[in-house]
Protein backbone atom coordinates (compact mmCIF):
# COMPACT_ATOMS: atom_id res chain seq x y z
CA UNK A 1 0.00 0.00 0.00
CA UNK A 2 1.59 3.27 -1.24
CA UNK A 3 1.48 6.32 1.13
CA UNK A 4 -0.45 9.20 -0.51
CA UNK A 5 -0.12 11.84 2.67
CA UNK A 6 1.20 12.19 6.06
CA UNK A 7 -0.64 13.88 8.48
CA UNK A 8 1.57 16.81 10.37
CA UNK A 9 2.66 15.98 14.05
CA UNK A 10 1.96 11.88 13.86
CA UNK A 11 3.61 8.81 14.85
CA UNK A 12 4.39 8.89 10.79
CA UNK A 13 5.76 12.17 10.55
CA UNK A 14 7.93 11.75 13.68
CA UNK A 15 9.14 8.24 12.16
CA UNK A 16 9.90 10.23 8.16
CA UNK A 17 7.67 8.50 6.41
CA UNK A 18 7.06 9.79 3.12
CA UNK A 19 4.66 10.26 0.24
CA UNK A 20 5.47 7.35 -1.99
CA UNK A 21 6.73 5.01 0.61
CA UNK A 22 5.09 1.67 0.62
CA UNK A 23 3.74 0.12 3.64
CA UNK A 24 4.33 -3.56 3.39
CA UNK A 25 3.74 -5.48 6.31
CA UNK A 26 2.36 -4.50 9.72
CA UNK A 27 2.99 -7.42 12.71
CA UNK A 28 3.93 -10.09 9.73
CA UNK A 29 0.66 -9.45 7.92
CA UNK A 30 0.39 -7.67 4.17
CA UNK A 31 -0.86 -3.95 4.10
CA UNK A 32 -2.93 -4.07 0.77
CA UNK A 33 -5.31 -1.21 1.59
CA UNK A 34 -6.74 1.53 3.90
CA UNK A 35 -8.78 -1.01 5.58
CA UNK A 36 -6.11 -3.47 6.15
CA UNK A 37 -4.20 -0.73 7.83
CA UNK A 38 -6.75 0.35 10.55
CA UNK A 39 -6.99 -2.67 11.14
CA UNK A 40 -3.54 -3.42 11.40
CA UNK A 41 -2.87 -0.02 13.45
CA UNK A 42 -5.20 -0.39 16.31
CA UNK A 43 -2.11 -3.05 18.08
CA UNK A 44 -0.70 -1.19 20.69
CA UNK A 45 2.76 -2.69 19.56
CA UNK A 46 3.31 -2.29 15.87
CA UNK A 47 6.22 -3.80 13.83
CA UNK A 48 6.40 -1.91 10.53
CA UNK A 49 8.16 -2.63 7.39
CA UNK A 50 8.39 0.08 4.98
CA UNK A 51 9.93 0.26 1.69
CA UNK A 52 11.55 3.62 0.32
CA UNK A 53 13.34 3.14 -3.63
CA UNK A 54 13.48 -0.54 -2.78
CA UNK A 55 15.19 -0.32 0.31
CA UNK A 56 13.50 -1.68 3.10
CA UNK A 57 12.90 0.16 6.66
CA UNK A 58 11.87 -1.76 9.69
CA UNK A 59 10.12 0.79 12.40
CA UNK A 60 9.57 -0.72 15.66
CA UNK A 61 6.43 1.48 17.15
CA UNK A 62 4.46 1.66 20.64
CA UNK A 63 1.78 3.43 21.28
CA UNK A 64 -1.89 3.64 22.71
CA UNK A 65 -4.11 1.21 20.85
CA UNK A 66 -6.65 4.07 19.45
CA UNK A 67 -3.78 6.01 18.30
CA UNK A 68 -3.53 6.19 14.46
CA UNK A 69 -0.22 5.88 12.63
CA UNK A 70 -1.30 9.00 10.51
CA UNK A 71 -0.81 7.55 7.39
CA UNK A 72 -3.15 8.57 4.29
CA UNK A 73 -3.64 5.67 1.40
CA UNK A 74 -3.39 6.31 -1.86
CA UNK A 75 -6.76 4.99 -3.43
CA UNK A 76 -6.85 1.36 -4.08
CA UNK A 77 -8.05 0.36 -7.97
CA UNK A 78 -11.99 -0.22 -7.73
CA UNK A 79 -12.66 -4.48 -7.81
CA UNK A 80 -15.17 -4.48 -10.29
CA UNK A 81 -18.47 -6.19 -10.13
CA UNK A 82 -18.83 -9.59 -10.91
CA UNK A 83 -21.99 -9.47 -12.40
CA UNK A 84 -24.04 -8.85 -15.37
CA UNK A 85 -27.08 -7.53 -15.00
CA UNK A 86 -29.81 -7.09 -17.51
CA UNK A 87 -30.91 -3.85 -15.46
CA UNK A 88 -27.46 -1.84 -14.54
CA UNK A 89 -27.92 1.48 -14.33
CA UNK A 90 -24.22 1.85 -15.83
CA UNK A 91 -25.31 0.40 -19.17
CA UNK A 92 -28.17 2.50 -19.14
CA UNK A 93 -25.97 5.83 -19.01
CA UNK A 94 -25.41 8.64 -21.70
CA UNK A 95 -22.04 8.95 -23.81
CA UNK A 96 -20.07 11.29 -22.55
CA UNK A 97 -20.55 11.42 -18.48
CA UNK A 98 -17.22 11.57 -16.35
CA UNK A 99 -15.59 8.53 -16.60
CA UNK A 100 -16.25 7.32 -12.78
CA UNK A 101 -19.79 6.53 -13.83
CA UNK A 102 -19.22 4.24 -16.10
CA UNK A 103 -17.34 1.68 -13.90
CA UNK A 104 -19.39 -1.23 -12.47
CA UNK A 105 -18.51 -1.24 -8.66
CA UNK A 106 -18.56 -4.81 -6.98
CA UNK A 107 -15.81 -3.63 -4.26
CA UNK A 108 -16.44 -4.99 -0.72
CA UNK A 109 -14.80 -2.49 0.76
CA UNK A 110 -16.71 -0.22 -0.62
CA UNK A 111 -19.58 -1.68 0.86
CA UNK A 112 -18.14 -1.40 4.33
CA UNK A 113 -16.71 2.38 4.13
CA UNK A 114 -19.57 3.66 2.26
CA UNK A 115 -22.46 1.62 2.39
CA UNK A 116 -22.27 1.07 -1.30
CA UNK A 117 -24.45 -2.41 -2.63
CA UNK A 118 -21.83 -5.28 -4.07
CA UNK A 119 -23.60 -8.64 -5.15
CA UNK A 120 -21.20 -10.46 -3.66
CA UNK A 121 -20.87 -12.30 -7.17
CA UNK A 122 -16.92 -11.85 -7.44
CA UNK A 123 -16.21 -12.89 -3.38
CA UNK A 124 -14.34 -15.79 -3.45
CA UNK A 125 -12.98 -17.55 -0.31
CA UNK A 126 -9.87 -15.41 0.25
CA UNK A 127 -12.37 -12.53 0.12
CA UNK A 128 -15.01 -13.93 2.65
CA UNK A 129 -12.51 -15.06 5.10
CA UNK A 130 -10.86 -11.24 5.10
CA UNK A 131 -14.67 -9.73 5.48
CA UNK A 132 -14.91 -12.21 8.58
CA UNK A 133 -11.08 -11.76 9.84
CA UNK A 134 -11.37 -7.85 9.60
CA UNK A 135 -15.00 -7.62 11.19
CA UNK A 136 -16.22 -5.49 8.26
CA UNK A 137 -19.65 -4.98 9.28
CA UNK A 138 -22.28 -4.10 8.27
CA UNK A 139 -21.73 -5.16 4.76
CA UNK A 140 -24.58 -3.73 1.94
CA UNK A 141 -25.72 -6.89 -0.19
CA UNK A 142 -27.60 -6.66 -3.70
CA UNK A 143 -29.28 -10.17 -3.51
CA UNK A 144 -32.11 -9.46 -5.90
CA UNK A 145 -33.17 -13.43 -6.03
CA UNK A 146 -32.26 -16.33 -3.94
CA UNK A 147 -33.39 -18.51 -6.78
CA UNK A 148 -30.73 -19.66 -8.35
CA UNK A 149 -32.22 -20.17 -12.34
CA UNK A 150 -33.61 -16.76 -11.91
CA UNK A 151 -30.64 -15.32 -10.73
CA UNK A 152 -28.58 -16.66 -13.20
CA UNK A 153 -30.88 -14.99 -15.95
CA UNK A 154 -31.46 -12.06 -14.33
CA UNK A 155 -27.60 -11.55 -13.35
CA UNK A 156 -26.21 -12.71 -16.06
CA UNK A 157 -24.08 -15.45 -14.70
CA UNK A 158 -22.31 -18.19 -16.10
CA UNK A 159 -23.33 -20.56 -12.90
CA UNK A 160 -24.85 -20.72 -9.64
CA UNK A 161 -22.54 -18.32 -7.44
CA UNK A 162 -23.94 -19.46 -4.21
CA UNK A 163 -25.40 -16.72 -2.39
CA UNK A 164 -26.90 -17.95 0.54
CA UNK A 165 -24.36 -20.37 1.41
CA UNK A 166 -21.75 -16.69 1.03
CA UNK A 167 -23.85 -14.80 3.39
CA UNK A 168 -24.51 -18.02 5.37
CA UNK A 169 -20.89 -18.41 6.12
CA UNK A 170 -20.64 -14.15 6.95
CA UNK A 171 -23.62 -14.67 9.23
CA UNK A 172 -21.96 -17.16 10.95
CA UNK A 173 -19.03 -15.30 11.74
CA UNK A 174 -20.54 -12.24 12.97
CA UNK A 175 -20.84 -10.37 9.83
CA UNK A 176 -24.42 -8.31 9.76
CA UNK A 177 -25.86 -7.68 6.20
CA UNK A 178 -28.26 -4.97 4.59
CA UNK A 179 -29.66 -6.57 1.76
CA UNK A 180 -31.93 -5.33 -1.33
CA UNK A 181 -33.69 -6.48 -4.32
CA UNK A 182 -33.97 -4.55 -7.25
CA UNK A 183 -37.49 -5.77 -8.65
CA UNK A 184 -37.71 -6.65 -12.21
CA UNK A 185 -41.59 -7.41 -13.63
CA UNK A 186 -41.82 -11.06 -15.28
CA UNK A 187 -37.76 -11.49 -13.68
CA UNK A 188 -37.78 -11.54 -9.90
CA UNK A 189 -41.49 -10.86 -8.68
CA UNK A 190 -44.14 -13.45 -8.05
CA UNK A 191 -42.96 -16.93 -6.78
CA UNK A 192 -39.08 -15.00 -6.56
CA UNK A 193 -39.74 -12.37 -4.48
CA UNK A 194 -41.27 -14.55 -1.69
CA UNK A 195 -38.96 -17.15 -1.82
CA UNK A 196 -35.92 -14.38 -1.46
CA UNK A 197 -37.88 -13.03 1.61
CA UNK A 198 -38.17 -15.92 3.05
CA UNK A 199 -34.77 -16.96 2.03
CA UNK A 200 -33.12 -13.99 3.92
CA UNK A 201 -35.81 -13.80 6.92
CA UNK A 202 -34.43 -17.08 7.74
CA UNK A 203 -31.08 -15.22 8.21
CA UNK A 204 -32.77 -12.48 10.48
CA UNK A 205 -29.84 -12.44 13.57
CA UNK A 206 -27.60 -11.59 10.84
CA UNK A 207 -29.66 -9.94 8.16
CA UNK A 208 -30.94 -6.45 9.40
CA UNK A 209 -32.76 -5.26 6.75
CA UNK A 210 -34.37 -6.00 3.19
CA UNK A 211 -35.18 -3.00 0.81
CA UNK A 212 -37.24 -3.86 -2.41
CA UNK A 213 -36.42 -1.03 -5.02
CA UNK A 214 -38.53 -1.14 -8.71
CA UNK A 215 -35.83 -0.91 -11.15
CA UNK A 216 -34.59 2.24 -12.89
CA UNK A 217 -34.77 2.38 -16.58
CA UNK A 218 -33.63 5.18 -18.68
CA UNK A 219 -33.89 6.00 -22.33
CA UNK A 220 -30.21 5.11 -23.04
CA UNK A 221 -31.46 1.16 -23.40
CA UNK A 222 -30.66 0.35 -27.16
CA UNK A 223 -29.93 -3.34 -27.36
CA UNK A 224 -30.36 -4.16 -24.10
CA UNK A 225 -32.89 -6.39 -22.17
CA UNK A 226 -36.45 -5.32 -22.93
CA UNK A 227 -37.44 -4.47 -19.19
CA UNK A 228 -40.12 -2.19 -18.02
CA UNK A 229 -41.30 -0.59 -14.39
CA UNK A 230 -44.07 -1.57 -12.39
CA UNK A 231 -47.16 -0.38 -13.31
CA UNK A 232 -49.57 1.37 -10.43
CA UNK A 233 -51.24 -2.00 -9.86
CA UNK A 234 -48.28 -3.96 -9.49
CA UNK A 235 -46.95 -1.22 -7.31
CA UNK A 236 -49.91 -1.27 -5.10
CA UNK A 237 -49.45 -5.25 -5.95
CA UNK A 238 -45.93 -5.52 -4.10
CA UNK A 239 -47.48 -2.94 -1.19
CA UNK A 240 -50.33 -5.30 0.26
CA UNK A 241 -47.96 -8.62 -0.35
CA UNK A 242 -44.94 -6.58 1.39
CA UNK A 243 -47.64 -5.39 4.03
CA UNK A 244 -48.74 -9.35 4.73
CA UNK A 245 -44.92 -10.07 5.15
CA UNK A 246 -44.48 -7.43 7.78
CA UNK A 247 -46.98 -8.43 10.18
CA UNK A 248 -45.69 -11.86 10.00
CA UNK A 249 -42.13 -10.75 10.51
CA UNK A 250 -43.11 -7.86 13.23
CA UNK A 251 -44.74 -10.13 15.31
CA UNK A 252 -41.94 -12.80 15.42
CA UNK A 253 -39.06 -9.95 15.49
CA UNK A 254 -40.56 -6.54 17.00
CA UNK A 255 -39.06 -5.31 13.18
CA UNK A 256 -40.92 -5.24 9.64
CA UNK A 257 -37.46 -6.53 8.12
CA UNK A 258 -38.72 -5.74 4.68
CA UNK A 259 -39.51 -2.30 3.70
CA UNK A 260 -40.73 -0.99 -0.38
CA UNK A 261 -38.80 2.07 -1.50
CA UNK A 262 -40.60 5.47 -1.23
CA UNK A 263 -41.24 4.96 -4.96
CA UNK A 264 -43.56 2.55 -4.66
CA UNK A 265 -45.73 4.41 -2.76
CA UNK A 266 -45.61 7.93 -4.94
CA UNK A 267 -46.26 4.99 -7.95
CA UNK A 268 -49.27 3.50 -5.99
CA UNK A 269 -50.64 6.79 -5.08
CA UNK A 270 -50.81 5.51 -1.42
CA UNK A 271 -50.49 7.19 1.69
CA UNK A 272 -46.75 6.69 3.49
CA UNK A 273 -46.42 5.08 6.78
CA UNK A 274 -45.60 6.24 9.87
CA UNK A 275 -42.22 7.02 11.19
CA UNK A 276 -42.73 3.86 13.27
CA UNK A 277 -43.02 1.76 10.56
CA UNK A 278 -39.61 2.11 8.86
CA UNK A 279 -37.44 0.92 12.50
CA UNK A 280 -35.32 3.71 12.37
CA UNK A 281 -34.80 4.10 8.62
CA UNK A 282 -31.67 1.07 8.00
CA UNK A 283 -32.54 1.73 4.81
CA UNK A 284 -32.57 5.44 4.57
CA UNK A 285 -29.67 6.07 1.86
CA UNK A 286 -32.15 3.59 -0.58
CA UNK A 287 -34.81 6.06 -0.34
CA UNK A 288 -36.86 3.70 1.81
CA UNK A 289 -38.37 6.31 4.45
CA UNK A 290 -36.70 9.27 2.90
CA UNK A 291 -40.23 10.69 2.22
CA UNK A 292 -41.70 10.31 5.52
CA UNK A 293 -38.40 11.53 7.25
CA UNK A 294 -38.89 14.73 5.11
CA UNK A 295 -42.60 15.11 5.84
CA UNK A 296 -41.77 15.07 9.65
CA UNK A 297 -38.93 17.65 9.78
CA UNK A 298 -40.95 19.79 7.83
CA UNK A 299 -43.78 19.05 9.80
CA UNK A 300 -41.41 20.19 13.44
CA UNK A 301 -39.43 22.69 11.45
CA UNK A 302 -42.56 24.48 9.85
CA UNK A 303 -44.29 25.24 14.02
CA UNK A 304 -41.07 27.55 13.76
CA UNK A 305 -41.47 29.42 10.31
CA UNK A 306 -42.51 33.05 10.89
CA UNK A 307 -46.07 34.37 10.00
CA UNK A 308 -44.68 36.88 7.60
CA UNK A 309 -41.71 38.33 6.28
CA UNK A 310 -40.47 41.89 6.39
CA UNK A 311 -39.36 42.75 3.10
CA UNK A 312 -41.43 40.37 0.08
CA UNK A 313 -39.28 37.29 -1.42
CA UNK A 314 -39.70 35.09 -3.95
CA UNK A 315 -38.87 31.37 -3.87
CA UNK A 316 -38.64 28.60 -6.50
CA UNK A 317 -38.37 25.13 -5.26
CA UNK A 318 -37.07 22.76 -8.00
CA UNK A 319 -38.23 18.64 -7.58
CA UNK A 320 -38.69 15.94 -9.89
CA UNK A 321 -41.58 14.75 -11.36
CA UNK A 322 -42.06 11.78 -8.99
CA UNK A 323 -42.13 14.11 -5.89
CA UNK A 324 -44.04 17.10 -7.08
CA UNK A 325 -46.93 15.94 -5.46
CA UNK A 326 -46.41 15.84 -2.30
CA UNK A 327 -43.73 19.20 -2.31
CA UNK A 328 -47.07 20.96 -3.99
CA UNK A 329 -49.70 19.94 -1.16
CA UNK A 330 -47.46 19.76 1.91
CA UNK A 331 -44.35 22.23 1.43
CA UNK A 332 -45.87 25.05 -0.68
CA UNK A 333 -49.21 25.52 0.67
CA UNK A 334 -47.42 25.81 3.95
CA UNK A 335 -44.99 28.50 2.92
CA UNK A 336 -47.23 30.68 0.56
CA UNK A 337 -49.43 30.63 3.79
CA UNK A 338 -46.46 33.21 4.90
CA UNK A 339 -47.25 37.35 4.17
CA UNK A 340 -44.51 38.66 2.13
CA UNK A 341 -43.26 35.61 0.60
CA UNK A 342 -44.30 33.86 -2.88
CA UNK A 343 -43.10 30.41 -3.61
CA UNK A 344 -43.24 28.52 -6.71
CA UNK A 345 -42.75 24.79 -7.75
CA UNK A 346 -40.48 24.12 -10.68
CA UNK A 347 -41.23 19.82 -11.56
CA UNK A 348 -37.99 19.15 -14.18
CA UNK A 349 -38.53 16.67 -16.62
CA UNK A 350 -35.08 14.20 -16.53
CA UNK A 351 -33.12 15.49 -19.86
CA UNK A 352 -30.35 13.10 -19.54
CA UNK A 353 -31.85 10.11 -18.53
CA UNK A 354 -35.00 10.86 -19.95
CA UNK A 355 -38.49 11.01 -18.70
CA UNK A 356 -38.54 7.24 -17.06
CA UNK A 357 -36.63 8.99 -14.85
CA UNK A 358 -38.33 11.21 -12.29
CA UNK A 359 -36.39 11.10 -9.07
CA UNK A 360 -34.93 14.70 -8.21
CA UNK A 361 -31.83 13.27 -7.18
CA UNK A 362 -30.56 12.49 -10.82
CA UNK A 363 -31.14 16.05 -12.36
CA UNK A 364 -28.58 17.18 -14.11
CA UNK A 365 -27.70 20.72 -14.41
CA UNK A 366 -28.75 21.32 -17.86
CA UNK A 367 -31.95 19.68 -17.22
CA UNK A 368 -32.67 22.12 -14.23
CA UNK A 369 -31.63 25.24 -16.39
CA UNK A 370 -33.68 24.40 -19.14
CA UNK A 371 -36.81 23.94 -16.56
CA UNK A 372 -35.97 27.10 -15.02
CA UNK A 373 -34.90 29.52 -17.33
CA UNK A 374 -37.20 32.09 -18.50
CA UNK A 375 -39.65 31.60 -15.31
CA UNK A 376 -39.02 35.14 -14.24
CA UNK A 377 -36.09 35.54 -11.52
CA UNK A 378 -36.61 34.47 -7.93
CA UNK A 379 -34.72 35.91 -4.61
CA UNK A 380 -33.91 32.21 -4.45
CA UNK A 381 -33.99 28.71 -6.26
CA UNK A 382 -33.65 25.44 -4.16
CA UNK A 383 -32.43 22.29 -5.29
CA UNK A 384 -32.79 18.87 -3.92
CA UNK A 385 -30.63 17.37 -1.89
CA UNK A 386 -28.06 15.04 -3.12
CA UNK A 387 -28.45 16.44 -7.10
CA UNK A 388 -24.82 17.51 -6.72
CA UNK A 389 -21.87 14.97 -5.14
CA UNK A 390 -19.10 16.29 -2.95
CA UNK A 391 -16.76 18.12 -5.38
CA UNK A 392 -20.02 20.22 -6.13
CA UNK A 393 -20.58 18.44 -9.75
CA UNK A 394 -23.87 17.65 -10.77
CA UNK A 395 -24.08 14.63 -13.06
CA UNK A 396 -23.27 16.28 -16.39
CA UNK A 397 -20.33 18.45 -14.57
CA UNK A 398 -22.22 21.66 -14.35
CA UNK A 399 -21.86 23.38 -11.19
CA UNK A 400 -24.12 25.48 -9.20
CA UNK A 401 -21.64 28.64 -10.09
CA UNK A 402 -22.45 27.60 -13.46
CA UNK A 403 -26.42 27.10 -13.21
CA UNK A 404 -26.43 30.65 -11.12
CA UNK A 405 -24.45 32.06 -13.93
CA UNK A 406 -27.47 31.02 -16.45
CA UNK A 407 -30.17 32.03 -14.13
CA UNK A 408 -29.24 35.11 -13.14
CA UNK A 409 -29.76 34.48 -9.72
CA UNK A 410 -28.90 32.62 -6.34
CA UNK A 411 -29.38 29.11 -6.40
CA UNK A 412 -28.38 26.91 -3.58
CA UNK A 413 -29.16 23.16 -2.76
CA UNK A 414 -31.31 22.36 0.28
CA UNK A 415 -29.08 21.30 3.53
CA UNK A 416 -32.19 20.41 5.65
CA UNK A 417 -32.08 23.47 7.37
CA UNK A 418 -35.00 25.42 6.82
CA UNK A 419 -34.14 28.27 9.43
CA UNK A 420 -31.00 28.71 7.04
CA UNK A 421 -33.38 28.67 3.22
CA UNK A 422 -34.94 31.66 5.34
CA UNK A 423 -31.55 33.22 5.88
CA UNK A 424 -30.70 33.35 2.66
CA UNK A 425 -33.89 34.60 1.57
CA UNK A 426 -33.74 37.99 3.82
CA UNK A 427 -29.98 38.29 1.97
CA UNK A 428 -30.82 41.89 0.17
CA UNK A 429 -31.68 40.63 -3.25
CA UNK A 430 -30.70 37.04 -2.99
CA UNK A 431 -27.22 38.08 -2.70
CA UNK A 432 -24.49 37.17 -0.06
Known sequence: MKVKAVEPESIAAELGILPGDEILEINGRKVADEIDLKFRESEALIGARVSRR??????????????????????????RCGSDCVFCFVDQNPKGLRDVLYVRDGDYRLSFMYGNYTTLTNAGPAILRRIAEERLSPMYVSVHSTDPAVRRRLMRLKKDDRILDKMKFLAGNGIRMHTQIVLCPGFNDGDSLERTVMDLWALRESVISLAVVPVGLTEHRDRLEGLRRPSEAEARRILQETQGWQRVFRAASGRNFVYPSDEFYLMAGERFPGVDFYDGYPQIENGVGMVRLFLDEFSRASRRFPKRILAPRSMTIATGELASGFMKNVVLNRLNGIAGLSVDLATVPNRLFGRSVTVAGLLSGESLCKALKGRGKSDLTLLPPDVVNGEGLFLDDWTLADLSLRLGGRVEVFDGDWKNVFRLLMMEGGEA
Do not use: D, Q, R
Open 54 to 79: GAVTLFEIEKEPEETLGIIPEESAVI
